[in-house]
């Protein structure tokens, strides 16, 4: 039988609430995507209404994408490659975390979830402090990540993943399809450095990391022969994801939220 990329299922729990339950294959869509289906489904919903209506075409498909990436590589490879060779010199993977237990062979991927929101008054002080200091809460969140580690295990060398969504191009921001990505964030601390010094310092990575994006997480390591241990889940054991929550949308006749799972 065809694999099924998609598959949407709709629940009714009442005449007028319903909730989608939309699965995709990872590999055929991200977030983004699925932000995307909804944009969509919601602006058909409202050209069915108005009896007509299509959707404008878009102007590049996935596979297109795809075929700009591997033309992109064949041409900067060589000079991506030596970057990340020389980012990534000496690193050591892993970073043994404290914890009250030990750790399995093998990595069960079970664990809980903890949420903390931060106050209105401490966001408007993050947002003020990153202005000052001309950069991003991605670059915020970074340098504090980078403390808060340095302060549990005691490296002065650290390695932290960022996801990205990989749609640095203007035309694939309406394109369905799976362009998230990975970046390795590599951040040097002591205890002489002020926290103004990390910031500064992690601005000038991710600035630096996002200029050299375009060669893939996985063939990065692949061809950098960092060892036989080195793999993205043990380079990387600290990931900062930095996205918006999706916003509740309304048409004419239709409310629609996102639903926590």
């Not at 030596?82 to 970073?95: A, C, D, I, N, S």
């Not at 750790?103 to 401490?122: C, M, Q, R, V, W």
């Not at 003020?128 to 295990?153: D, I, K, N, P, Q």
């Not at 375009?214 to 060892?227: F, I, K, T, Y």
């Amino acid at each position: 039988a065809q694999h099924q990329r998609l598959r949407i299922s709709l629940l009714r729990l009442a005449p007028a609430r319903h909730v989608v339950l939309i699965t995709t294959d990872h590999a055929a869509g991200d977030l983004v995507s699925m932000s995307i289906l909804v944009q969509e489904f919601a602006a058909l919903y409202v050209m069915r209404q108005a009896n007509g209506g299509t959707l404008p075409p878009v102007e590049i498909q996935y596979g297109d994408f795809a075929v700009w990436q591997r033309t992109i590589e064949a041409q900067r490879i060589d000079a991506e490659r030596e970057h990340w060779r020389r980012t990534l010199e000496g690193v050591r993977p892993g970073l043994a975390l404290p914890s009250d237990r030990s750790y399995p062979i093998a990595p069960t991927f079970a664990g809980g979830t903890y949420e903390s929101e931060l106050s209105p008054e401490l966001a408007v002080q993050l947002r003020r402090f990153a202005e000052r200091e001309r950069a991003s809460l991605g670059v915020l969140f970074c340098a504090a990540c980078s403390v808060l580690l340095y302060r549990y295990t005691g490296r002065e060398d650290l390695v932290i993943g960022e996801i990205l969504f990989g749609r640095h191009r203007p035309e694939t921001e309406q394109v369905i399809g799976c362009f998230v990505g990975a970046l390795p964030l590599r951040m040097h601390l002591s205890d002489e450095l002020t926290l103004r010094e990390v910031v500064r310092q992690a601005r000038s990575t991710v600035v630096t990391a996002y200029s050299h994006q375009d060669l893939p997480v996985d063939a990065m390591l692949d061809q950098l022969d960092l060892g036989p241990e080195a793999s993205v889940s043990s380079l990387i054991d600290m990931w900062l994801d930095i996205g918006k929550q999706p916003a509740r949308l309304e048409v004419p006749g239709l409310q629609i939220a996102p639903e926590p799972m």
